[in-house]
């Protein structure tokens, strides 16, 4: 099954960008369609992987204008081995708990004995250690006395499955690991753990941290605590306001969870008004499998009057010149109305006039006559049903 994520790869190269470049408005526009700013792709978020860069002026133009935490920055500092930038964060209050962490990932071993030396934990050096793959360091530690679950949990999470089988082997705990591969979006490896008597509370915590919200669905229908799903996605920031949380109930389409989540979201807020959220997020997920489209471009179909405008658009003399049709300026147009990319209008244009040929198809083919048609009468209609789409497309050329 392939890893499918709440924030995927696109969505957050396009945050990052926005963020080296300053683009503050555009950014904003982006959170307000659902995106968390500090939420994470792989093993980073936006502040982090910024830090790790040593760019300082997205940090803080990322702490400033759209308050990400500085925790992650620190991390982020100390994975790059940007001594400097660390100190000063723990100069100013920060725990060298994160810095010790972020130090071990990226295999900065002198500054990690330094904080242990300043009494840093042990247990966050060789979670590090392990994401990062370090594994002589990780032994180092262990022998120190680090805890073996944050180890296992560690190599899991970098799906480093023969070192993860080792430490389970020396008493590791199955659930760590489950959790660990679940949220590295490892969905082989926990299948596995879990016939070997994995929790799958354990492993759904660990998608719904990461998520992997298809995943997260899975296992619920297998008997997953649905507060355990609640539990991973408030850990993973999908509860952080009401912008990303209707991003997550939309996006989920197990009915019962969505309520659920719905409910722990009101318990966090009181002033919520979830009935409402629920709708609207009922309403976007009912487009998103109707139509075959993501969050964003759904988003655009519950605008009034969205659909007459796809629909009858194109056919403004604004967008046509000797009777052919400039398909390029009606997608450049509406995509600087709506945010969406000209090819993402084209994708939605083509859904809803799609979407109008299966009606038009269907309502052919319904009725009490329908069941006596003959074969070659049913195509003789569904011809017919083709050629008043195609009128409707006629002179659109190709974008």
Not at 70 to 77: R, V
Not at 93 to 103: H, Q, R, T, V
Not at 173 to 180: P, R
Request: aromatic share 10%; with cysteine; proline share 2%.
């Amino acid at each position: 099954m392939p890893k499918i994520t709440m924030q995927d790869e696109s969505l957050f190269k396009t945050a990052y960008l926005l963020t080296i470049n300053k683009n503050e408005s555009e950014l904003a526009n982006l959170i307000e369609n659902g995106f968390h700013i500090d939420t994470f792709q792989a093993e980073y978020n936006l502040i982090m992987l910024v830090a790790k860069e040593k760019d300082v002026e997205s940090v803080e133009f990322l702490s400033t204008k759209f308050h990400a935490n500085l925790d992650y920055a620190l991390q982020g500092y100390a994975i790059g081995d940007h001594t400097d930038k660390v100190e000063e964060l723990i100069n100013h209050g920060f725990s060298i708990d994160i810095a010790i962490k972020g130090y071990a990932i990226g295999g900065h071993n002198d500054k990690v004995e330094n904080l242990i030396k300043r009494r840093a934990s042990l247990d966050e050096a060789v979670l590090g250690y392990a994401i990062g793959g370090h594994k002589d360091k990780v032994e180092n530690m262990l022998s120190r006395r680090a805890n073996l679950d944050d180890a296992v949990q560690g190599y899991a999470r970098g799906g480093r499955s023969i070192w993860t089988e080792e430490l389970i082997q020396r008493g590791a705990s199955l659930n760590a690991a489950v959790w660990g591969y679940a949220r590295g979006g490892h969905y082989a490896q926990v299948e596995e753990l879990i016939k070997r008597g994995a929790s799958l509370n354990a492993a759904v915590w660990g998608y719904a941290r990461g998520g992997y919200f298809t995943q997260v669905e899975e296992l619920a229908q297998r008997g997953a605590s649905l507060d355990y799903v609640a539990q991973g996605y408030k850990a993973g920031k999908h509860f952080s306001n009401k912008n990303v949380l209707l991003r997550l109930l939309s996006i989920t389409n197990n009915q019962q969870i969505r309520e659920h989540l719905a409910d722990e979201a009101k318990k966090k807020n009181n002033s919520l008004d979830t009935k409402i959220l629920l709708g609207r997020a009922n309403k976007l997920n009912r487009i998103m499998n109707e139509y075959k489209l993501d969050y964003e471009q759904s988003k655009f179909l519950t605008i009034p009057g969205s659909r007459v405008w796809l629909l009858q658009g194109p056919k403004c003399p604004t967008f046509t010149k000797e009777g052919t049709f400039q398909f390029d300026l009606f997608c450049n147009v509406t995509s600087m109305v709506i945010g969406l990319s000209p090819h993402e209008v084209n994708k939605v244009f083509t859904a809803v006039n799609n979407h109008l040929f299966q009606s038009i198809k269907n309502s052919l083919n319904i009725g009490f006559f329908a069941l006596w048609r003959t074969p070659e009468k049913t195509r003789k209609l569904n011809n017919i049903a083709d050629q008043k789409y195609q009128r409707r497309c006629i002179s659109i050329r190709a974008y």
